[in-house]
């Protein structure tokens, strides 16, 4: 297993401003990655955060608006830039573990509200 | 493409009494994985279970089975002696190989006193 500290828990924000969540895991892993919740709805993938190169987006996603960095195999941070209420989510940081047993774990969680 | 769908927005069960959420998915793979993740209030995404679709025997943990009919293409969650700190989402996800899980839109489980 592995336990992700994420932080953080919750911002409010003003509109036009940037917000960078950070995470942290407890053991090198090869996969981080980074979801969206917005309310009421399920999680979306917005990237996956690759060590030492630049983060693979998904459909929707570009890096403009959400720069990640990922320096080393435990740490990440997502940055959502010039913010709009339609940003307004939660935020959550994960790992895969592949292999038999795959499983995702993920952080606790940021809840960002943009007024 | 792979969907999980889940059908019932909002669920609720007695303490102490059984629930069950539903869950489908279709997809055209043969070997793959389903999880039923909860998350509380607190935002966490924590796994509950989960199954191997190529394992016949349903998954059990504690007060959690599921009930797994890979032909119907189903992944029901059954939660015994519901206690208040089941309260939260239930999302059901499935997953192959890959990190690109797809999640359900969740069912919200409230749990009466």
């Known amino acids: ?115 | 493409a792979q969907t999980v769908t889940q059908s019932q927005p909002e669920m609720s069960v007695q303490e102490a009494e059984t629930v069950t959420l539903s869950c489908t998915y279709d997809t055209s793979e043969s070997d793959y994985y389903l999880f039923w993740y909860k998350q509380p209030p607190s935002r966490q995404m924590i796994l509950v279970i989960r199954q191997e679709a190529y394992k016949q025997q349903n998954a059990t943990e504690n007060r959690f089975s599921v009930n797994f009919q890979k032909a119907a293409k189903s992944f029901s969650l059954k939660i015994s002696d519901s206690q208040l700190g089941d309260a939260a989402m239930y999302f059901c996800a499935w997953g192959r190989g890959t990190y690109k899980y797809i999640f359900g839109t969740g069912t919200r489980l409230k749990v009466l006193a």
Do not use: H
């Not at chain 1, 969540?21 to 993938?45: A, E, H, K, N």
């Open chain 1, 1 to 115: 297993s592995a336990v992700i500290s994420q932080k953080p828990s919750r911002d409010i924000c003003q509109r036009g401003t940037s917000l960078t969540i950070q995470c942290q895991v407890d053991s090198q892993v090869t996969m981080m990655f980074w979801y969206r919740q917005q309310p009421g709805q399920s999680l979306t993938l917005i990237a996956t955060a690759n060590q030492g190169s630049e983060a693979t987006y998904e459909s929707g996603f570009v890096i403009d608006k959400f720069p990640i960095s990922r320096p080393n195999l435990t740490f990440s941070t997502l940055t959502v830039s010039n913010m709009s209420p339609e940003d307004s989510s939660i935020y959550l940081c994960s790992v895969w573990t592949g292999g038999s047993g795959e499983k995702l774990f993920f952080g606790s969680g940021t809840q960002l509200s943009v007024l």
